[in-house]
């Protein structure tokens, strides 16, 4: 927190548009944050189900990691994409 701070205050003096750059900056943390919260969860949820179908058979268990990967992926792009409105509203 000490880190994003200090690197919050230098965009916001140290650039030419200032707070503008410095609030993107802001956004930026906050959406990557949720989108790696939010993958996080959903690959704790998906390496349990995975761990279930393991115990019965070989070709379930490779169908569920797959579509919790691509759960994962879908989710970040997804939620990163929702962070470009909120930057050209800034602009």
Known sequence: MLTASLLFL???FLTDKGLTTALAFLAG???SLLAGMISLLIA????YRTAFCARYALAPTFHTAYRTASAIGFAVASISLLGIPQYIQLS
């Open 10 to 12: 230098a965009v916001w």
């Open 44 to 47: 704790v949820q998906g390496s």
């Open 29 to 31: 943390i906050l959406v």
